[in-house]
């Protein structure tokens, strides 16, 4: 018996889909790997009962398939909420760049949260400097502290009626989140490792949750990362990707502009004049330079 379902949960080679309310257990066929396509927690799914009883299925193809990204490794998602510590761990807005490159080329919409901002509160000029390079950018940014609760009705107000992927590094306070919109997960909460200054991965799969109080509303709870492989493997393309490079890739003076070595760029206009900020404009020329080193390999 063919049924349809969503994949809501993928461990160890097993992908568990949901079918009309009830979870069966499936495994992929062969086939997936012949074709190079690996089913993703999100994705619509044709499933083969196996039986009915043991709710046991094969997981037999991928359908409508809207969006997907690699890590974290989700598909048809409707917004990212991409959530970095302001301090305890130090923030990598290099990393972060290389998420939203990610989203911009998925077009997919994107918040920002800054998370952990009771840590700045006798340092309130750091929050106001991270906060002002992203909304700058075009990006919403929320603020969000687990201890006060700042923050968390306005992303409620976000998830409505989304299927909403949390992402972003270890120990930035993802599954606190995650416990405080929905009580009765009890998603696990980690420590900074203080040798490393780096969060500990306490979520090891990814998982769709339905959110209480709301209609067809759910989170995606990822495991937390220290790295981004990029979806753009062309440095050429990454400047169509930055959202403070839009309407000026077509502006230069010399057609395929990368900004970066080139006179009469608008977008050095822009950054000399302080509309594009330094920190975002030296993150993108990290980024082409390190597609472009990887290239040659």
Same mark, same amino acid.
Request: glycine share 8%.
């Given at each position: 018996?063919?049924?349809?379902?969503?994949?809501?949960? @993928?461990?160890? @080679?097993?992908?568990?889909?949901?079918?009309?309310?009830?979870? #069966? *257990?499936?495994?992929?066929?062969?086939?997936?790997?012949? =074709?190079?396509?690996?089913?993703?927690?999100?994705?619509?799914?044709?499933?083969?009962?196996?039986?009915? =009883?043991? /709710?046991?299925?094969? &997981?037999?193809?991928?359908?409508?398939?809207? $969006?997907?990204?690699?890590? +974290?490794?989700?598909? $048809?998602?409707?917004?990212? &909420?991409?959530?970095?510590?302001?301090? !305890? +761990? %130090?923030?990598?807005? @290099? &990393?972060?760049?290389?998420?939203?490159?990610?989203?911009?080329?998925?077009?997919?919409?994107?918040?920002?949260? &800054?998370?952990?901002?009771?840590?700045?509160?006798?340092?309130?000029?750091?929050?106001?400097?991270?906060?002002?390079? #992203?909304? $700058?950018?075009?990006?919403?940014?929320?603020?969000?502290?687990?201890?006060?609760?700042?923050? !968390?009705?306005?992303?409620?107000?976000?998830? $409505?009626?989304?299927?909403?992927?949390?992402?972003?590094?270890?120990?930035?306070?993802?599954?606190?989140?995650?416990?405080?919109?929905? +009580?009765?997960?009890?998603?696990?909460?980690?420590?900074?490792?203080?040798?490393?200054?780096?969060?500990?991965?306490?979520?090891? !799969?990814?998982?769709?949750?339905? %959110? +209480?109080?709301?209609?067809?509303?759910?989170?995606?709870?990822?495991?937390?990362?220290?790295?981004?492989?990029?979806?753009?493997?062309?440095?050429?393309?990454?400047?169509?990707?930055?959202?403070?490079? *839009? @309407?000026?890739?077509?502006?230069?003076? #010399?057609?395929?502009? %990368? /900004?970066?070595? *080139?006179?009469?760029?608008? %977008?050095?206009?822009?950054?000399?004049?302080?509309?594009?900020? =330094?920190?975002?404009?030296?993150?993108?020329?990290?980024?082409?330079?390190?597609?472009?080193?990887?290239?040659?390999?």
């Amino acid at each position: 018996m063919i049924l349809r379902g969503r994949i809501i949960k @993928g461990i160890g @080679g097993f992908y568990y889909v949901d079918a009309a309310g009830v979870i #069966y *257990e499936t495994r992929a066929r062969g086939v997936f790997r012949k =074709q190079g396509i690996t089913p993703l927690v999100g994705d619509n799914a044709e499933i083969d009962v196996i039986s009915e =009883q043991e /709710h046991t299925a094969f &997981l037999v193809d991928i359908v409508d398939r809207q $969006n997907e990204l690699i890590r +974290p490794a989700v598909a $048809n998602v409707d917004l990212a &909420l991409v959530i970095f510590a302001v301090a !305890h +761990p %130090v923030p990598n807005t @290099g &990393l972060l760049d290389r998420f939203l490159i990610n989203m911009e080329k998925q077009e997919m919409e994107t918040c920002i949260v &800054l998370s952990k901002v009771d840590l700045l509160k006798d340092n309130p000029e750091e929050l106001d400097r991270l906060r002002g390079i #992203y909304s $700058n950018a075009g990006y919403k940014v929320v603020e969000l502290s687990n201890i006060n609760g700042r923050g !968390h009705d306005e992303i409620r107000e976000l998830l $409505n009626g989304k299927i909403t992927v949390l992402s972003g590094p270890s120990g930035v306070g993802k599954s606190s989140l995650i416990n405080s919109l929905v +009580p009765d997960y009890n998603g696990e909460t980690g420590d900074i490792s203080k040798k490393l200054g780096k969060g500990k991965n306490t979520t090891r !799969h990814t998982e769709i949750i339905p %959110v +209480p109080g709301f209609t067809d509303t759910f989170i995606i709870d990822t495991p937390g990362y220290s790295s981004i492989e990029l979806m753009v493997s062309d440095e050429n393309d990454i400047r169509y990707y930055i959202r403070e490079f *839009e @309407g000026l890739n077509e502006s230069c003076k #010399y057609t395929g502009c %990368v /900004h970066i070595a *080139e006179p009469s760029c608008a %977008v050095k206009e822009r950054l000399e004049s302080g509309v594009i900020s =330094q920190e975002r404009y030296a993150s993108y020329v990290d980024i082409y330079n390190d597609v472009k080193s990887r290239r040659k390999w």
